[in-house]
């Protein structure tokens, strides 16, 4: 019985939306199948949705001890890469499917995951100047582990194009982006940019953006950005919290009332917001893929 009920469970979400309408219910139906999983219940929900689009993928495994003056912690994970196309170049499209325990992790970052797997499903089949490898990420929350483990294991400097973030998708109306400045996205911010004028979204980029994947990428000097949907009015708390600025608890981001908490269930995202992360992506990808 057990079984059966996972599998109806897994099976909910596999359908692709012709219909522009059913794409944020669609992915809202796969952030509640990746939901309250163990960290294994998770990794198996992406694999199963891969399989069922017939879409090959590979596994990342990372062993590795992280020491500090007070104690050494064995970390162990497991990156799932998707490649689309074989072009000379690599474009990363990323989000961390790993939650914070206790927490269902849906707005951080079933999301994000939903949108990967969205967006596999709807492009995997066009032809592609580039080669684009979409990383479901692991260890992300306990700082970072497989994009470091990525970045070093699998991307080159020659090739590598740029790198795309999803974290935080599931809320709002509001495109943020960031971190911007630092040399690292002068190639991507015109065609984010671009995106953004085209969709004629609200969108808000700052220098201060909180910490996600898209660091891993930066410490190595390889161009990136990283893409959420926030709140209205999030993105500029959302930048002031990370620049340190004193904030009355009015003023905190709205997206930190639950994130990390018990409460990051799917009750409180949108199908809206979850839809122009998709669309939002999807038109970046496909700008960036026109450029050498
Ligand atoms: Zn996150």
Excluded: C
Excluded at 213 to 228: Q, R, Y
């Amino acid at each position: 019985m057990i079984v059966l009920a996972l599998l109806i469970t897994f099976i909910v979400g596999f359908s692709p939306p012709d219909d522009p309408e059913a794409v944020g219910p669609w992915l809202l139906e796969l952030v509640r199948g990746i939901e309250g999983r163990s960290p294994e219940g998770r990794r198996q929900y992406i694999t199963y949705q891969l399989r069922a689009m017939d879409v090959p993928y590979r596994t990342m495994t990372f062993d590795t001890t992280l020491v500090t003056p007070r104690r050494k912690t064995r970390i162990t994970g497991e990156n799932i890469v998707v490649s689309l196309g074989s072009g000379r170049r690599t474009i990363v499209l990323g989000a961390h499917f790993d939650a914070v325990p206790g927490s269902p992790g849906a707005n951080d970052n079933g999301g994000g995951v939903a949108v990967l797997l969205g967006l596999i499903q709807s492009m995997h089949k066009r032809s592609w100047n580039h080669r684009v490898d979409i990383v479901f990420f692991d260890q992300e929350e306990e700082g970072l582990f497989g994009s470091i483990f990525y970045v070093q294991r699998a991307t080159s400097r020659e090739r590598h194009r740029a790198m795309i973030n999803l974290d935080v998708v599931g809320v709002g109306d509001e495109i943020f982006v960031g971190p911007v400045g630092e040399g690292d996205d002068d190639t991507i911010m015109p065609i984010v940019r671009k995106a953004s004028r085209e969709l004629g979204a609200r969108f808000q980029e700052h220098a201060f953006y909180p910490g996600s994947d898209h660091l891993s990428f930066a410490d190595a000097g390889l161009e990136n950005i990283s893409i959420s949907v926030v709140p209205r009015g999030d993105a500029d708390r959302l930048a002031a919290f990370v620049r340190g600025d004193t904030i009355d608890r009015q003023n905190l981001p709205i997206v930190l009332r639950t994130m990390h908490t018990p409460q990051d269930n799917s009750s409180h995202l949108s199908p809206s917001a979850l839809a122009l992360a998709f669309e939002f992506t999807k038109r970046v990808l496909i700008l960036l893929d026109s450029t050498n």
